[in-house]
Each structure stands twice: as C-alpha cells, then as structure tokens.
C-alpha cells in the first residue's frame, strides 16, 4: 500500500513536473493564445475606395489632428490663461477616460466608462457652449477584470475618428476588439468584432480613417493584428497578424518615398504596410517591444520612440533603413516635429529637441512632474500637459528651449488636447481620489 502510494505521488509529480516544463517551453502560462484569422481583400471584396466629401468640417478629427501629427496652422490658442481667464466653458464628463477630444463641424466628441455602470460611451458637446448634445452607450458589462488594465489607463483610452459622415471609436469588452460606427446624431450604424484580445494593461490605439477605411492596431500577447474595414458597413477588408507583444502605439500614414504608408511601431520592430492592402512593404528591428507613441514624419524620414523594457529614440529612410539612433526615449507621449527640429517631452519630464539630420541632441531641459498626454503644436508654439495639472506651452525654436508659459488648471491631465481655430479643448482632472471630477474645457480668447 506503501508503495502504491509512493508511487502514484512519483508519477503525479513527474506530470506536473512535465506540465510546468512544458508551459515554460510554449511561454504560454496562463495565456490564452488565439491564433489571428487573416484576411486578404481578394477574400474579401472589400476594396479601397476614394473617401466621399465631408458634410462637416473636420477640424480636428481623430487621433493626432488633420495632419495625424500633432499639427495645425492657424489662429493660435492662448499660450496664457488660468481659472479666471480665457476659459470659455467646461463641461462635466461622466466616468473617465484618456480619450483625447476631436472637433468635428460645431461638435467635441470623445469616449469615456463609467466603471460603476460598467458602460462604454461616446459623448457628443457643443463647440461653442459646452452643452451636452448627446452621449450614446456602446457597450454595457463586459469590462476588462482589474488586473488586465494599468492602474494608469481606463477602458476609454482610445480616441474616436471621423469620417465626416460617422464617428468610429473601438474598445475593448468581452476580450475582444470591437469597433462601431455611430451617426453626427450618435446613433449606431454598425458594430463588428475584430478579434480577440489578451489584454495585459488594457487597450490604447485609436482607429485611423483613410479613404473609405478606418484601420485599427490590436497588438496583444494572445495574438496581435491589425485591421482594415469598410468604414460605410463595417465589413473587414484585411487583417494582418502582428506577432504576440503587448504593445500600445497607434498606426499612421504617411506619404513617403512617393507612396502612402501606413506605418506603426512595437513588437521590436518599426512596420510599413500598404494601407490598401495590408501588404508588408518593410519591417526594421528597432525601439523596443511596448511602444505608446506614434510614429511622426518629415520629408522622406519617419521618427519613433520607446518603450519597455528597451528604450530609443529612432530615424528611418523611406524603405525603413535606419539613418540614425538616440538612446533617449518617449514611452507615452508621442514627439513632434516641425520639419526642421524633432522635438518632445519624456514621461519624467524633460522636454528635448534632436537635430532630424543627424539625431544629435540640440537641447534639453527640464519641465519637472511627469507626462503622459502628447504635445500638439500650432504655428511655433507647442502646447503640452502634464499630470499634476501644469499646462505648457513653449517655442518650437531648434537653437534653444524658450518657455512661453506654464498654466495651472486642475489636478491632472492623461488625454493630448485637440485644436480649432484658435481655441484648445482640453480634457482635465480636478480633485483627487472618489471626489475627482473630469472636465471638457475650452480655451479661448477674450472669453
């Protein structure tokens, strides 16, 4: 009986032995792996067609602007204000997010969750009052469990994009990517589920229109991809595997080398696409596996930044060879340039201009407080927050830092602010812990 016992103890322990072994082998753990379905638009039908002109004026309509850089010229917003002056309005906003605002026709529009309801929301204002228009639940339970999110995000961190015609926004619920199409009214036209996701800290990239398409990244541990769909019916045009990092970076297109990219960063690579297809057309080693910034361009030259557990600040050529490298590094904050100078603000808060021939560092200085909001910049100034409430505006000027102004206005700010016709949206923080109240505020002139 003894021996009996020993023995099946042995043969029970030589199994889990084997089980564990072979779980350390696979890296799977308790990772759930789903292998990514792709899609090529010959299986599909779903062509690339010219986009339909706009029925509203799209100011400032997705993720990094009209120029999907950070970049508008125009009218200035105030590079002074405070709670007395130039604000003129704010607005209360329901829940919480790092959804950036965009400015379509007279509407501000961003996602938020509530997380005590448990809902998913698009929220609509009006550009020039800041009263409501509308606020439309996309998604009610689902929510990621607490440990797949960062103590820093939310289940709002994406920003919503803008045809003209609809308002498209993804998020993540059930485990899996979905992405809807409401109406300039907020009503639902489509909603189509893009994959499944293994989240370790939530989901970030913000969808991108291109022409008829709205493309979204989902790079995840279980299974990354990225995705083309009709952004008239929501049908899947292509998708694309991307390896298994967990990785944040929003895509973006760029004109380059005489044809348009569509160009991302994480999974240790920087990766060009052809938006159209969803064809590789290069791939280079380089940054770092979690990157959170966006790709920015000038000329025929693309610049990235990261990330974890490396960190380097990169140039590529147009055909994606590396022309130079810095060991500094933005992991939340996306950088900007100007054409001339490459500039950006590290997440411990250092603002830094690199030379975009060279890479040679120009200048740096300290801003003090951290930062994980992205700098936008109008003109020559650039305007940028921090998550102590500080807002900063300094000279887009490749010779020297000059601080224009430091404002106060709330306790933190995650989101990057939007720009139209000389005014700023800006989506803040006021108090702290179960009292803190998130607002919409606009900063305008002489209000």
């Known amino acids: ?6 023995t099946r103890a042995r043969s029970v322990a030589c199994n889990l032995v084997l089980l564990l072994g072979l779980m350390v082998v696979s890296g799977v753990g308790c990772r759930k792996s789903t292998p990514v379905d792709e899609v090529s638009v010959g299986e599909s039908g779903v062509a690339l067609t010219e986009r339909a002109e706009s029925e509203v004026d799209l100011v400032w309509p997705q993720w990094r602007g009209p120029n999907l850089d950070g970049t508008i010229d125009g009218a200035a917003p105030p590079a002074n204000w405070n709670a007395g002056s130039d604000i003129a309005w704010q607005a209360d906003l329901p829940g ?10 007279e509407q501000v529009v961003l996602a938020s969750a509530d997380e005590g309801k448990q809902q998913q929301m698009l929220l609509s204002y009006d550009r020039s009052t800041g009263e409501e228009n509308w606020r439309r639940v996309i998604h009610e339970g689902g929510f990621p469990a607490n440990r797949e999110v960062h103590q820093k995000a939310t289940n709002a961190n994406t920003t919503p994009a803008c045809d003209g015609q609809r308002i498209l926004i ?24 893009i994959g499944a996701f293994a989240s370790k800290f939530g989901y970030a990239p913000s969808p ?27 049908e899947i045009a292509w998708r694309r595997a991307r390896g298994d990092a967990s990785t944040y970076s929003s895509p973006m297109i760029a004109n380059l080398g005489g044809m348009d ?4 960063s994480g999974g240790d690579r920087v990766a060009s696409y052809d938006p159209a297809t969803g064809e590789p057309r290069w791939e280079s080693p380089a940054i770092a596996e979690a990157t959170c910034g966006t790709i920015v361009t000038a000329g025929d030259r693309l610049f990235a930044s990261g990330g974890y557990p490396d960190k380097e600040t990169a140039c590529f050529s147009a055909t994606g060879e590396l022309l130079w490298s810095d060991r500094n590094k933005l992991y939340e904050p996306s950088m900007i340039t100007d054409e ?12 830094m201009c690199w030379s975009i021939e060279d890479g040679s560092v120009k200048w740096r200085e300290r801003l003090g407080g951290n930062f994980s909001a992205s700098p936008v910049l109008v003109n020559d100034q650039i305007y940028v927050s921090d998550l102590s409430g500080n807002h900063y505006v300094f000279a887009a000027d490749g010779d020297e830092f000059r601080q224009i102004a430091k404002n106060q206005l709330g306790s933190d700010c995650y989101a990057s602010p939007a720009v139209a016709e000389g005014s700023l949206f800006l989506r803040i923080g006021f108090g702290e812990g179960s009292s803190r109240q998130e607002r919409l505020v606009k900063i305008s002139p002489g209000d």
């Open 96 to 105: 919480r997010g790092h959804s950036s605002p965009i400015v379509i026709g």
């Open 208 to 234: 991108l229109v291109y022409q008829s398409f709205v493309i979204v990244a989902a790079d995840n541990f279980g299974g990354g991809y990225i995705v083309a769909l009709d952004s008239a019916t929501g």
């Open 170 to 193: 993804a998020f993540l619920n059930q485990g899996r990517i979905f992405v809807t199409a409401v109406d300039l009214q907020g009503e639902v036209i489509w909603q189509t589920d």
């Open 1 to 6: 009986m003894r021996y009996a016992f020993l």
């Open 261 to 264: 990219q569509l160009l991302i």
């Open 340 to 351: 001339e100078s490459l500039f950006g603000v590290t997440d411990n808060g250092v603002a």
